[in-house]
């Protein structure tokens, strides 16, 4: 039970974790286009591409302390 748990949260963040990264794509793409290579092309780095990263490897930690037996 609990296996089947942990699988269907970490696809729930893995869906929600690839939605961030395309949009983040696409916002990144749009600041080409616009060419602005100024400070706000570092932040839609951080927030499209590092943030949720972290948050991924931080939500898949505490689905495993959760439903892993020791």
């Known amino acids: 039970?609990?296996?089947n748990?942990?699988?269907g949260?970490?696809?729930i963040v893995n869906v929600i974790f690839w939605l961030w990264i395309s949009i983040g794509i696409f916002l990144l793409f749009?600041?080409?286009v616009n060419y602005r290579w100024n400070f706000?092309?570092?932040w839609l780095?951080?927030?499209g591409f590092l943030i949720p990263y972290l948050?991924?490897?931080i939500l898949f930690y505490v689905i495993d302390g959760f439903t892993k037996k020791y």
């Open 55 to 57: 948050l991924k490897i």
């Open 30 to 32: 749009f600041a080409l």
């Open 45 to 47: 780095l951080i927030i």
């Open 1 to 3: 039970m609990l296996q």
């Open 40 to 42: 706000s092309f570092i």
């Open 5 to 7: 748990l942990e699988i």
């Open 9 to 11: 949260l970490k696809r």
